[in-house]
């Protein structure tokens, strides 16, 4: 993919918006440049760069799997990640106002980085609901951006380790840029 589109050209222009998407047995392998990683997921899983800028999106059959890259401006990641970013979903009396229940929180070693996972269900949805919320943050202590996965999805994510444990930062390269009206 070259900025936003399938391209069939036989060379990269590393200042362009390049994704490469390698396929193998059930495995998609894609090779973010702008956003400086590689990630193996289901293959059936199709991708969505439009709006690569701020964000890139896998859908698959009942689930969807949005990815940003996002800046620290705390002390740490960590900071942040407790200040900003998981100030309401793991908060007792907003996942009681909002009927949510939060199934499980760890942080494991992953690579270069540490992954937060947090799982969450919306309770009272609709039959075939996207009501199960995995919530996947890699960061370092020593990196000034970290990587948030939301997996929304209508069951557990069954692949879930498998695509944590695929997970690796490579250099970035190229400018993401937006591929929509």
């Known amino acids: 993919y070259e900025d936003g589109e399938r391209s069939d050209a036989a060379e990269m222009n590393i200042a362009k ?10 495995i998609k392998r894609v090779v973010n440049y702008p956003d400086g990683y590689i ?15 701020i964000r890139v999106r896998y859908t ?7 990815i ?3 800046s620290v401006f705390e002390a740490s990641a960590e900071i942040q990640l407790k200040k900003w ?14 009927r949510v229940t939060q199934l499980s929180l760890e942080t ?13 269900k919306l309770e009272d949805m609709p039959e075939g609901s996207q009501d199960h919320y995995t919530y996947v943050n890699f ?3 020593t990196r000034m951006e970290f990587y948030h996965f939301l997996f929304k999805s209508t ?20 400018i993401a840029v937006y591929n929509m009206d």
């Open 39 to 53: 990630l193996d997921l289901p293959q059936d899983w199709a991708p969505d760069f439009s709006r690569s800028p």
């Open 139 to 141: 960061y370092s202590d």
């Open 155 to 174: 069951a557990p994510v069954e692949q879930l380790d498998d695509i944590i444990a695929s997970f690796q930062r490579i250099p970035s390269k190229g």
């Open 68 to 70: 940003t890259v996002e």
């Open 108 to 120: 494991r070693n992953a690579g270069e980085f540490k992954a937060q996972v947090i799982k969450l």
């Open 17 to 26: 918006d390049n994704k490469i998407l390698y396929y193998a047995g059930d």
């Open 60 to 66: 698959g059959e009942d689930i969807t799997l949005t």
């Open 85 to 98: 970013v998981n100030t309401y979903i793991l908060n007792d009396s907003w996942q009681d106002k909002n």
